[in-house]
């Protein structure tokens, strides 16, 4: 059973960078044609999707996210990782990991990440 | 960029009754990239729908999917407690995802 985890830190201060990572198990991020992606949901909002990487290593980003957006993935370790630049209040929100192949069939839990000084 | 829109935006019906929520696309979507999500408070979203009509693994056969071209709909044919929760519509197209802004279906 594929099982997504989230991790990070759950404050972090205005103009800096937010920082997370998704350990996978039960499967590898680089088997198979899946994207791994990043999704948000504010408090009391909707979902946004961030950005995915391709099994093979290609990204693609949201455009109203994308100059601040990046993603990578660790295969030794079996992670993907988010990085979101410049952040303010209004990326205070729960960050949840997913896998995708044209839907999101597998989700971390989330991890609420606040943005205040 | 394809945007997803919702209606109704709240839909309050009692259990045994019959929910019908609509996604509507600005653009053609394919039929095998438009799937639903089911999410309640404090849990990530699950998967519904698959490719507009498939259901994902578990999912109650009460559940339901239809539409193509720019207009889907998930039909929930007689509602029980646990499905009152938020509904989302998703499409994929060109590596990139999109999110409809959820129909919140809730115990009148």
């Known amino acids: 059973q594929l099982q997504l985890q989230e991790s990070g830190p759950g404050l972090v201060k205005p103009s800096e960078t937010l920082s997370l990572t998704c350990t996978v198990s039960?499967?590898?991020?680089?088997?198979?044609?899946?994207?791994w992606g990043w999704i948000r949901q504010p408090p009391g909002k909707g979902l946004e999707w961030i950005g995915s990487?391709?099994?093979?290593?290609?990204?693609f980003y949201n455009p109203s996210l994308k100059s601040r957006v990046t993603i990578s993935v660790d295969t030794s370790k079996n992670q993907f990782s988010l990085k979101l630049s410049s952040v303010t209040a209004t990326d205070t929100a729960v960050y949840f990991c997913?896998?995708?192949?044209?839907?999101?069939?597998?989700w971390g839990q989330g991890t609420l990440v606040t943005v205040s000084s | 960029e394809i945007v997803l829109t919702q209606s109704p935006g709240t839909l309050s019906l009692s259990p045994g009754e019959r929910a019908t929520l609509s996604c509507r696309a600005s653009?053609?979507?394919?039929?095998?990239?438009l799937a639903w999500y089911q999410q309640k408070p404090g849990q990530a979203p699950r998967l519904v729908i698959y490719?507009?009509?498939s259901r994902a693994t578990g999912i109650p056969d009460r559940f339901s999917g239809s539409g193509s071209g720019t207009d889907f709909t998930l039909t929930i044919s007689r509602l029980e407690p646990e499905d009152f929760a938020v509904y989302y519509c998703?499409?994929?197209?060109?590596?990139?995802?999109?999110f409809g802004p959820g129909t919140k279906v809730d115990i009148k």
């Open positions: 039960g499967g590898s991020v680089s088997g198979r044609s899946y994207y």
């Open positions: 653009w053609s979507v394919s039929s095998d990239y």
């Open positions: 997913a896998r995708a192949e044209y839907n999101f069939d597998y």
């Open positions: 490719g507009a009509s």
């Open positions: 998703q499409q994929y197209g060109r590596s990139q995802f999109t």
């Open positions: 990487i391709y099994y093979s290593g290609g990204t």
